[in-house]
């Protein structure tokens, strides 16, 4: 087969999975979540969302040898540190509002850490191996052992992030006894993501296509970055919000996606269908935990929230109603309000205005 010839079939699968694609977008929209189209308002216009570029910058390097890019604003010498994991296809700013809300709200007893997992951010590529949730696992514990090397943890990590939190669980069970006092879950799950809303994703029509076109001409896709973003950015966008949201919210989101490489897309596409970090789930039995849930979640149903805070006795367990996949950073009063009643549990902050604590929040 020629050159021409291999190109000319190579872009036609790349063009079959782009249309695959968007016919899965619209069964995806089936599914339940719905955001409100045009906005009724953009409270966020005039939002800083680039914060955290003025933090401490630092560098974590895993043991194989992945550069991890950290940022971190409060006391050096806090005697507790909070990590925040984020999710799949997002960076440390999908965080921004933790981060421009809780440092004030914590104040000087309290660092924030944050940084962006492997493939994702400003954080260095790794190869296509080693991109699973127990490899992400073992990326946590680096970054609490070099950035976080003293001092009580509290962890909390949303979506893939939640699933790195419980993998480092799973491999360090001795650390998490010694240092970590409490530890947020977020919109995540243990186990048996395959038979939950993430399924949705991971055999529709859009994913599938995708693959075939990232797998049969990866230059093309790479090269292609708006089609690219026209695939993945609406399936994803989808399931993040639902009901009202601030059209600056919804491009910032957007953007993030837009930046995750599509070779990193690809490689934690696989780690999803084989997570299972259940063996964690007895180190985190005696931990104050914020397990947290939205109603309109395709990716991870709040069932997995409830199973989640079931398997842990010290959880308190936090539904969104109103919210979706990314209810942080919809809704990040509420997450933070819970956030701070984990630390008041943890015993990190002393009990001040808290918000009623209930299962059901937003509407």
Known sequence: MTGRARTAIQGGLATAGVVAALAGVHALRRAGASVLWPARRDEYRDEDFGLIDADRAGTVVTDDGVALATRSCGPRDASVTVIF????CNTMESFHFQRRDLETRWGASVR???FDQRGHGRSAAPSAESCTVARLGRDLISVIESAAPTGRVVLVGHSLGGMAVLAAAAHAADLFAARVVGVGLLSTAAAEVTEAGLAQLLRSPAIDGFR????AAPALV???RSTTRHVIAPILHVSSYHGPVSPTLSRFTTHMIDDTPVETIVAFLRAFELHDESAA?????????LVLGAGHDLVIPFRN???????????ELLRL?????MAHLQFPDI?????DRLLIRAGVIEPGSRAPESEVIGG
């Open 85 to 88: 994991v984020h999710g799949f």
């Open 112 to 114: 924030l850490l944050l």
């Open 212 to 215: 075939v076109a990232a797998h």
């Open 222 to 224: 790479q090269a292609g």
């Open 281 to 289: 789930l007895p180190t985190l039995a005696g931990i104050p935990t």
């Open 305 to 315: 929230s409830r199973a989640l805070a079931r398997a842990l006795p010290e959880s």
């Open 321 to 325: 109603d109103g919210a979706a996949h």
């Open 335 to 339: 997450v933070n309000d819970a956030l």
